[in-house]
C-alpha cells in the first residue's frame, strides 16, 4: 500500500511510501492485542499494596474468652480476624502482576493494532523533522499543519530525539516515541499517528521478520 508523504507544513510531496502489508496490512487478530494490552498494563501495577496478618499484628496474646459456652463464634487473642480492629485473613501481600507473553505474540499485536490504524484512515507518514531547541510552540504548530491538534496524537520517530520530545511533554494529547519502543497500547489510545519516514522503516524492520 503506498502513502503519501506529508513535509512538517502539511502539504503532499512528490514522495511516496510503500508500507509492507505484513506489518501494516495483517489481518488483525484481536485475542493477540487482548493479550498484549493485558501484559502492558499488569506490568504498569505497582503492587505494593499489604496489609497486616495475625502474627504482624501488635498486641496481647491472652486469650479473651473461653472456648465453649459464650454463645458466639470462637476467638482467641486481641488480634483474631472475627473482631474489630483485627488482623486481616488472606490480605494483599506485594508481588509482581506483569506475566510471560511469547514474542510473537506481542509482534502479532502491534501488526494487528498498525493494521487497524491503515484501515481507519489514521495513519500520516512525514518526512523526518526535528527542531533546533524544545519548543512547545513548535510542535503545536505541527500539529496544526496536519489538521490534529483537536485529536490524541502519537507520534513516532525513528531514534530518540529530545527536542522533539521535551517539546511535546507539556501537550497532555500528544505523545512521542521511538520506532523500537512501539506498543500495542500506545498505537491503539492514540486517535491518530503520525510517523516519519525513517520510522516506518524501522517499525517494518522490527515487526517484518
Request: proline share 3%; charged share 30%.
Amino acid at each position: 500500500m503506498e502513502v503519501i508523504v506529508k513535509n512538517i507544513k502539511g502539504q503532499d510531496t512528490s514522495k511516496k511510501v510503500t508500507l509492507n502489508d505484513g506489518v501494516f496490512g495483517v489481518e488483525p487478530n484481536d485475542h493477540a492485542i487482548y493479550l498484549d494490552v493485558k501484559q502492558y498494563l499488569a506490568a504498569q501495577r505497582q503492587g505494593t499494596a499489604k496489609s497486616k496478618e495475625r502474627s504482624e499484628m501488635s498486641g496481647s496474646t491472652r486469650k479473651l474468652g473461653r472456648q465453649k459456652g459464650g454463645g458466639g463464634a470462637r476467638r482467641g487473642d486481641i488480634n483474631s480476624p472475627v473482631l474489630v480492629g483485627g488482623a486481616r485473613v488472606f490480605g494483599p501481600k506485594p508481588r509482581n502482576y506483569d506475566f510471560k507473553l511469547n514474542k510473537k505474540v506481542k509482534q502479532l499485536a502491534r501488526r494487528s493494532a498498525l493494521s487497524y490504524k491503515v484501515k481507519e484512515d489514521a495513519l500520516i507518514v512525514v518526512e523526518d523533522f526535528t527542531f533546533d531547541a524544545p519548543k512547545t510552540k513548535s510542535f503545536i504548530e505541527l500539529l496544526n499543519n496536519l489538521q490534529i491538534a483537536d485529536k490524541k496524537a502519537l507520534v513516532v520517530v525513528a531514534g530518540a530525539d529530545k527536542n522533539v520530545y521535551l517539546s511535546s511533554r507539556n501537550l497532555p494529547k500528544a505523545k512521542v516515541a521511538a520506532a523500537a519502543d512501539l506498543n500495542t497500547y500506545g498505537v491503539l489510545d492514540a486517535a491518530v499517528m503520525v510517523v516519519t519516514e525513517s520510522a516506518v522503516a524501522k517499525i517494518e524492520e522490527v515487526l517484518a521478520k
